[in-house]
């Protein structure tokens, strides 16, 4: 069993910075991909930014330049700094974990935090 806690979300005005963070617990030997989701309301959950194992980030379009996301697998937490904050990034932000290589048992794949509301004020 794995479980994703979020933390770091809430308000702020526009221009300003927020940094999330989620840790992974539970039967975990090495983490694989991490990413960050979002999802706004009425709008489809889309991909922010991911990080693999070795560091090789990828950001959507909408966040380069402003967003940094970052890891520490000793720690089995990653992180999305973010700055230079719009409204429209206003949003539940998600961290997904895309498989584990466990201590004992199977891979595991497609583990999800609960989310974190992230509001930017204009």
């Known amino acids: 069993q794995v479980h994703l806690v979020e933390s770091g979300g809430g308000l702020v005005q526009a221009g300003g910075s927020l940094t999330l963070s989620c840790t992974a617990s539970g039967n975990i030997f090495k983490i694989n991909g991490m990413n960050w989701y979002r999802q706004a309301p009425g709008k489809q959950r889309e991909l922010v930014a991911d990080?693999?194992?070795?560091?090789?980030?990828n950001y959507a379009d909408s966040v380069k330049g402003r967003f940094t996301i970052s890891r520490d697998n000793a720690k089995n937490t990653v992180h999305l700094q973010m700055n230079s904050l719009k409204p429209e990034d206003t949003a539940v932000y998600y961290c997904?974990?895309?498989?584990?290589?466990?201590?004992?048992?199977?891979?595991?794949?497609?583990?999800w935090g609960q989310g974190t509301q992230v509001t930017v004020s204009s």
């Open positions: 990080i693999s194992s070795g560091g090789y980030t």
């Open positions: 997904h974990v895309d498989s584990i290589e466990p201590q004992t048992g199977p891979y595991a794949v497609d583990f």
